[in-house]
């Protein structure tokens, strides 16, 4: 059996046009057979408190499915986690307007770093058991809408790794089985519809250092694996060579076989990670495949140390020589998501 993803472009020069591709894509999808209940949790990325287009759910994207959601009268929650080396997510919410959003449309957000958890079993290779923040646990139903982005540990990110920000605290830890991770979480946990934000991408050695790329792109899909295959070959690779993908459809979560409708598929032709060029992320993977090392390291307070070098590279160096600028220039020459950008854009 195939499943659906809806693909629809950006047709117009203003934010309408944007709202617009959201809501056809979604009622293409058949967001209202796969949604239901009075509880629903979206899973959005808020990566980075710096606004640099493309790091983050863009505003508008969030706004058109809010409004799409209101004939629900649902209880709203948003939210996302934390990384390991900042605590960025609060901060981003209100940078990126997300908190002026959910006041508008009467949702909340919440940081799932800062939240109770429910102890959830799971018999997989990495976990024997997850703790899942309450808003997740408890939703009735579960919309994630990720960036599509390139990745320098598991090439892209998009819906299935979006939910990577369902783990509350410590998912460095697991890094050296990352794909296998990322498809037991999206095993425990049910994600109802993806709308995939690919208005404006980002690509080269990300999530973090990367760069705007436009797509003009909104995807929408109940099937998180048919989805991420697609978004695969729109980034440049065979969606074979992303393992967690093909564990994720072993594991029963979706399946590749899909039929696109809306708009036909191309390749975007993304620059992807070149891990030599990531010093930090290059050594990280060594030193984790190393078992002594890993321990002293990643499991004792030398992993302080190492979070904080992280940190400053990435929201000071990085972003003071590289990012900065290309969020000004981006706001500058792009007739459309400047106007989204161009009051965040510092």
């Known amino acids: 059996m195939h499943s659906i993803v809806a693909h629809e472009k950006v047709k117009g020069n203003n934010k309408q046009a944007v709202l617009n591709a959201v809501k056809k894509a979604m009622r293409n999808a058949n967001w209202q057979k796969f949604v239901k209940g009075k509880k629903i949790f979206i899973k959005i990325n808020m990566l980075s408190h710096q606004v640099v287009p493309g790091l983050c759910t863009s505003p508008w994207v969030i706004e058109a499915v809010l409004q799409e959601l209101k004939q629900l009268k649902a209880r709203i929650v948003i939210g996302d986690a934390d990384v390991a080396t900042v605590k960025q997510v609060e901060k981003a919410a209100k940078n990126w307007q997300i908190l002026e959003l959910c006041k508008k449309y009467g949702a909340k957000f919440v940081n799932l770093s800062k ?13 024997d058991k997850l703790y899942l ?10 919309i ?42 999206n095993c425990a946990i049910k994600v109802n519809f993806v709308i995939t934000d690919a208005t404006i991408c980002s ?4 999530p973090r250092n990367s760069t705007p790329k436009i797509v003009n792109s909104i995807l929408a899909s109940n099937d998180r694996v048919a989805n991420d295959a697609i978004c695969a070959e729109m980034i440049g690779v065979n969606h074979e060579s992303i393992e967690y993908i093909k564990i994720a459809e072993e594991l029963g979560i979706g399946t ?27 050594w990280e993977m060594r030193l984790r495949h190393t078992p002594i090392l890993r321990t002293l390291l990643f499991k004792t307070l030398l ?44």
Request: hydrophobic share 40%.
């Open 203 to 206: 690509e080269g050695n990300g």
């Open 133 to 142: 923040p309450l808003p997740i646990a408890q939703a009735e139903s579960i």
């Open 256 to 282: 590749t076989k899909c039929k696109i409708i809306g708009e036909g598929i191309k390749n975007e032709h993304f620059l992807l990670p070149n891990l030599n060029k990531m010093f930090v992320i290059k």
């Open 144 to 185: 994630t809408i990720p960036v599509l982005k390139t990745h320098s540990l598991s090439t892209m990110t998009c819906s299935l790794k979006n939910q990577w920000g369902c783990l509350p605290r410590y998912r460095q830890i697991y890094h050296d089985r990352l794909h296998q991770a990322i498809a037991e979480m």
């Open 115 to 127: 939240c109770k958890t429910k102890i959830v079993p799971f018999q997989g290779k990495v976990f």
């Open 303 to 346: 992993f302080t140390i190492f979070a904080w070098l992280a940190t400053k590279y990435n929201t000071f160096y990085w972003h003071q020589t590289v990012g900065k600028k290309a969020a000004r220039e981006f706001v500058k020459q792009n007739n459309i998501y400047s106007k989204e950008f161009i009051a965040l854009v510092r």
